[in-house]
């Protein structure tokens, strides 16, 4: 990445200008009286004079305590530390490359030639790597490794030995987390696809495709139909290249393998394969999951042992850790609890939490029938039967939903209990966090609601109404400004 730098603009007979990382010994000074256009130059910090007798169209300070010095013609160069030539002022750019990880602690230089070559130069060991490259990138991650591009193809570089890691014989690359690149490579026409590290090879280049599944697990794709389970941190591949889906997460070291449409679960920690096959796995987001076999649904626990059953659905998937929502062959929806109790019944089009807090359960059930949307809590109450055409999350701050009404084309508020706060009359309504107001708006003027549900000013304004601390708001109606306090009434 390259890293921020700014260039000194200086003003006055002398004036001196710190930089990022201060240099020690020498600071920038400009004489504005020159005639050359080379007002620029550097002296030492305790006498004040000159380092040596050279003058620059700029000069700019680097993190390392550098500077980058301009002359004649654009060219630039580096000054070091301790006032020496690094390199004369002969390159058209000299950038900074360094890792955004900090751990990682190394820098380069970019030196672009007049035919837009790039020649890497490392700062700390003062190595420069040969050939010249059309283009050089750092990565995100905290792998060491710099993309470098001749001739169209891409190689990587080694940051922490400068040595090059593999030339560049790569049609592509995508940095995938992990500190993981999956790289393509193009030979007689046919694309292979395989993963790298700082270390070299992860995946070796001999699948069409590679995709990340989780952190943890990659499906290495032999063809379209048929994959190999790598993973990450075990450094293994499972299997052969009979599956044709893996369905993992990130949080648990259970995976569903399908292999001819049938599932099987596999623990690439403890290395068990549970005996049980099924025609169907859910992804496994929950302490428990659901599968089904032979059209019966059962509930799994993290090892893939069966511990507890649901029944006949058409689909069946954890919304949480205790209740699992079902749909039946008339694709109609309800919730189960883990125990097998309904709690819902399978009345509904769709049936979906929306939460409005960071703990656990802090959710209500968002349900549509006819087509039309209402509000659950979780234990099955109708806080809302289902009247408007949407329910959405206004405020998570202040538990609001707002509601709509299509028919009449009107908004309004309610709480996530059920209890409506604004009646659904109006054009707009939007939330103000700041003093728990509701904005509303009717006929094109503005007002306000409490969130008490309380009008504390009727749609008559123009605009948007914001009170500041002191319970002033600065209003306009029918063209004429003024200012108003929380009770409606005009004040200076």
């Given at each position: 990445?390259?890293?921020?730098?700014?260039?000194?603009?200086?003003?006055?007979?002398?004036?001196?200008?710190?930089?990022?990382?201060?240099?020690?010994?020498?600071?920038?000074?400009?004489?504005?009286?020159?005639?050359?256009?080379?007002?620029?130059?550097?002296?030492?910090?305790?006498?004040?004079?000159?380092?040596?007798?050279?003058?620059?169209?700029?000069?700019?300070?680097?993190?390392?305590?550098?500077?980058?010095?301009?002359?004649?013609?654009?060219?630039?160069?580096?000054?070091?530390?301790?006032?020496?030539?690094?390199?004369?002022?002969?390159?058209?750019?000299?950038?900074?490359?360094?890792?955004?990880?900090?751990?990682?602690?190394?820098?380069?230089?970019?030196?672009?030639?007049?035919?837009?070559?790039?020649?890497?130069?490392?700062?700390?060991?003062?190595?420069?790597?040969?050939?010249?490259?059309?283009?050089?990138?750092?990565?995100?991650?905290?792998?060491?490794?710099?993309?470098?591009?001749?001739?169209?193809?891409?190689?990587?570089?080694?940051?922490?030995?400068?040595?090059?890691?593999?030339?560049?014989?790569?049609?592509?690359?995508?940095?995938?987390?992990?500190?993981?690149?999956?790289?393509?490579?193009?030979?007689?026409?046919?694309?292979?696809?395989?993963?790298?590290?700082?270390?070299?090879?992860?995946?070796?280049?001999?699948?069409?495709?590679?995709?990340?599944?989780?952190?943890?697990?990659?499906?290495?794709?032999?063809?379209?139909?048929?994959?190999?389970?790598?993973?990450?941190?075990?450094?293994?591949?499972?299997?052969?290249?009979?599956?044709?889906?893996?369905?993992?997460?990130?949080?648990?070291?259970?995976?569903?393998?399908?292999?001819?449409?049938?599932?099987?679960?596999?623990?690439?920690?403890?290395?068990?394969?549970?005996?049980?096959?099924?025609?169907?796995?859910?992804?496994?987001?929950?302490?428990l999951t659901t599968a089904a076999k032979n059209g019966q649904w059962f509930i799994l626990d993290k090892s893939g042992k069966i511990v507890g059953k649901t029944g006949k659905w058409k689909?069946?998937?954890?919304?949480?850790?205790?209740?699992?929502?079902?749909?039946?062959?008339?694709?109609?929806?309800?919730?189960?609890?883990?125990?097998?109790?309904?709690?819902?019944?399978?009345?509904?089009?769709?049936?979906?939490?929306?939460?409005?807090?960071?703990?656990?359960?802090?959710?209500?059930?968002?349900?549509?029938?006819?087509?039309?949307?209402?509000?659950?809590?979780?234990?099955?109450?109708?806080?809302?039967?289902?009247?408007?055409?949407?329910?959405?999350?206004?405020?998570?701050?202040?538990?609001?939903?707002?509601?709509?009404?299509?028919?009449?084309?009107?908004?309004?508020?309610?709480?996530?209990?059920?209890?409506?706060?604004?009646?659904?009359?109006?054009?707009?309504?939007?939330?103000?966090?700041?003093?728990?107001?509701?904005?509303?708006?009717?006929?094109?003027?503005?007002?306000?609601?409490?969130?008490?549900?309380?009008?504390?000013?009727?749609?008559?304004?123009?605009?948007?109404?914001?009170?500041?601390?002191?319970?002033?708001?600065?209003?306009?109606?029918?063209?004429?400004?003024?200012?108003?306090?929380?009770?409606?009434?005009?004040?200076?």
């Amino acid at each position: 990445m390259r890293l921020k730098s700014f260039y000194l603009l200086l003003t006055g007979l002398l004036f001196v200008t710190p930089c990022m990382a201060q240099n020690k010994l020498f600071e920038v000074a400009v004489n504005d009286t020159v005639t050359d256009g080379l007002p620029y130059y550097l002296v030492q910090k305790k006498t004040k004079k000159p380092i040596d007798n050279k003058r620059y169209h700029s000069i700019e300070a680097l993190e390392n305590g550098w500077f980058k010095v301009e002359a004649f013609g654009s060219r630039v160069g580096l000054v070091s530390a301790n006032g020496s030539t690094v390199f004369p002022a002969i390159y058209t750019s000299i950038e900074e490359l360094s890792s955004e990880n900090k751990k990682e602690q190394w820098q380069y230089l970019m030196l672009y030639d007049t035919l837009n070559k790039v020649t890497l130069y490392n700062t700390k060991t003062g190595k420069k790597i040969e050939p010249q490259f059309d283009n050089a990138e750092s990565f995100c991650g905290g792998n060491k490794l710099i993309s470098v591009t001749k001739d169209n193809k891409y190689g990587f570089i080694n940051a922490g030995n400068d040595s090059f890691l593999f030339p560049c014989i790569f049609s592509s690359w995508q940095s995938i987390g992990n500190d993981l690149v999956l790289v393509g490579q193009k030979e007689n026409g046919v694309m292979t696809k395989g993963l790298i590290d700082a270390h070299g090879w992860v995946i070796p280049p001999e699948f069409t495709s590679i995709d990340a599944v989780s952190e943890n697990v990659f499906a290495a794709w032999v063809n379209e139909n048929a994959c190999l389970a790598f993973m990450v941190k075990k450094g293994f591949f499972l299997g052969d290249t009979s599956y044709n889906m893996i369905i993992a997460n990130n949080s648990d070291p259970i995976i569903a393998i399908s292999r001819a449409d049938k599932y099987v679960l596999y623990n690439y920690q403890t290395g068990i394969f549970p005996k049980d096959s099924f025609d169907e796995v859910n992804s496994r987001d929950f302490q428990l999951t659901t599968a089904a076999k032979n059209g019966q649904w059962f509930i799994l626990d993290k090892s893939g042992k069966i511990v507890g059953k649901t029944g006949k659905w058409k689909s069946c998937t954890f919304m949480n850790d205790e209740l699992i929502l079902v749909t039946d062959s008339t694709e109609r929806s309800g919730i189960l609890h883990k125990d097998g109790r309904l709690i819902i019944p399978v009345v509904y089009q769709s049936l979906y939490t929306i939460s409005y807090g960071e703990e656990k359960n802090r959710k209500v059930i968002i349900c549509k029938n006819k087509n039309k949307t209402g509000l659950l809590s979780l234990t099955g109450t109708v806080l809302i039967p289902p009247y408007y055409s949407d329910i959405t999350l206004l405020s998570a701050r202040q538990k609001w939903l707002s509601i709509k009404d299509d028919s009449a084309a009107t908004y309004g508020v309610a709480d996530i209990n059920g209890n409506i706060i604004v009646p659904c009359i109006y054009e707009r309504v939007s939330a103000f966090s700041a003093s728990n107001d509701i904005t509303v708006v009717k006929n094109g003027k503005f007002g306000l609601f409490n969130n008490k549900g309380e009008v504390i000013i009727p749609t008559q304004y123009d605009g948007e109404i914001y009170f500041d601390k002191k319970g002033k708001a600065s209003v306009s109606k029918n063209g004429v400004s003024l200012i108003i306090n929380r009770k409606n009434m005009p004040c200076n």
